[in-house]
């Protein structure tokens, strides 16, 4: 196989004054349907050794089976109809919206331009640097993930020729283990003896908070059919998301991990046995309906009643989340075998248990420590 070059636009007789570019031209096959020659053609090369090497690559991909018809498509196009068309029928209505977001507010305005097949290695980079300047590494992973994950379908699509967003090393995801807050066993007595006597809606699901691990859309997911008042267990399987502005129970939590059975203390049983009595029975069966309309309770309205319920019992604030964190952290400063800990929390190995509450390590070593003294001296 052999290109066709030429000067194109040059009309001078002797040597080029013009500046005219070279071109080539390589036939690339038959069209499958029509059966008809197709010829590609690239220009823009300052000399004809330019063109020729250039020529020559790309002979060897279409005598190896890997040539590739650039896709007209902007990056931004792209994307946009992968998440729309592809990603929407593969994950969570709320999933899609978050991912639909990355795309409107960072990836159209940072690569949306650009064509998919002159995306380069220096464009991600370039863009994950930008992001990493306004946001958390966690959160630029995120659009990292998903900007990856397109160009891996693109490339199995044949849109690319090759995955250049591989070739970028995605940004670490760092855990600021200082920020964690949480409360001592002092403080969480407090905050439950004034739980128990504010209301008898918000005691028992605070104490099933501090004594389960379980995160906040567990919670308010949380059946009768799920617990176990005669084993003391609960069995976590579902979860509330926001979608669309609305909210709606999803059988599958976080990972396959938070698929899991939380062995409770009597104490949280015992309260749990005690509030049903009392509680309105409601369609879905909710363990935690909303006190107004006995549906699905917002988290923003949970979220005001614990701001609301540490304010006045003069307690440090700590987020929601932070109850998770507290009994965590509470476990792990018991002595509790860490393992047991990942699997009560459902995290979907031992490495992100650690990791996260790495600053309850000093006083396990140090107990540790202690112990071994006391069995050998």
């Known amino acids: 196989m052999k290109g066709s070059f030429r000067k194109r636009g040059c009309k001078c007789e002797d040597k080029c004054k013009c500046n005219a570019t070279w071109s080539f031209s390589i036939d690339v096959g038959a069209d499958p349907v029509t059966g008809k020659r197709k010829q590609r053609t690239?220009?823009?090369?300052?000399?004809?050794?330019?063109?020729?090497?250039?020529?020559?690559?790309?002979?060897?991909?279409?005598?190896?089976?890997?040539?590739?018809?650039?896709?007209?498509?902007?990056?931004?196009?792209?994307?946009?109809?992968?998440?729309?068309?592809?990603?929407?029928?593969?994950?969570?209505?709320?999933?899609?919206?978050?991912?639909?977001?990355?795309?409107?507010?960072?990836?159209?305005?940072?690569?949306?331009?650009?064509?998919?097949?002159?995306?380069?290695?220096?464009?991600?980079?370039?863009?994950?640097?930008?992001?990493?300047?306004?946001?958390?590494?966690?959160?630029?992973q995120n659009v990292a993930h998903l900007l990856s994950k397109a160009f891996r379908q693109a490339t199995e699509w044949g849109l690319v020729q090759k995955n250049v967003v591989a070739m970028v090393k995605k940004p670490a995801t760092k855990r600021k283990n200082a920020s964690i807050k949480v409360w001592t066993v002092a403080q969480q007595r407090l905050f439950l003896d004034y739980a128990k006597s504010d209301s008898e809606f918000y005691y028992p699901l605070f104490l099933l908070a501090l004594t389960s691990g379980m995160r906040q859309g567990e919670i308010l997911g949380l059946k009768w059919e799920d617990i176990d008042l005669k084993q003391n267990t609960i069995q976590v399987k579902r979860t509330i998301v926001f979608a669309n502005k609305s909210l709606y129970l999803k059988d599958m939590p976080k990972n396959e991990a938070s698929i899991r059975n939380i062995q409770l203390p009597e104490s949280t049983i015992k309260a749990l046995r005690q509030y049903k009595i009392k509680s309105i029975p409601n369609e879905l069966g909710l363990v935690f309906p909303s006190p107004k309309t006995n549906k699905l309770l917002y988290s923003n309205s949970l979220i005001k009643q614990f701001q609301l319920t540490c304010k006045e019992v003069g307690l440090p604030y700590i987020s929601f989340h932070g109850l998770r964190h507290t009994f965590a952290t509470t476990l792990l400063s018991l002595g509790v075998n860490p393992k047991i800990v990942q699997e009560m929390l459902g995290h979907s190995s031992i490495k992100t248990t650690m990791d996260t509450y790495s600053h309850v390590l000093p006083n396990m070593q140090k107990d540790a420590a202690e112990y071994l003294n006391e069995a050998l001296f």
């Open 42 to 140: 690239v220009s823009g090369f300052k000399t004809k050794k330019e063109a020729e090497r250039a020529c020559a690559e790309l002979i060897v991909q279409v005598e190896q089976g890997d040539y590739v018809k650039p896709s007209k498509d902007t990056v931004g196009a792209y994307i946009h109809d992968f998440v729309t068309t592809t990603l929407k029928g593969q994950v969570a209505p709320n999933t899609y919206q978050t991912r639909l977001g990355f795309v409107k507010n960072y990836i159209i305005p940072g690569l949306g331009n650009i064509p998919l097949a002159k995306l380069t290695p220096m464009h991600v980079q370039k863009f994950y640097n930008d992001l990493s300047e306004k946001y958390s590494s966690g959160h630029v």
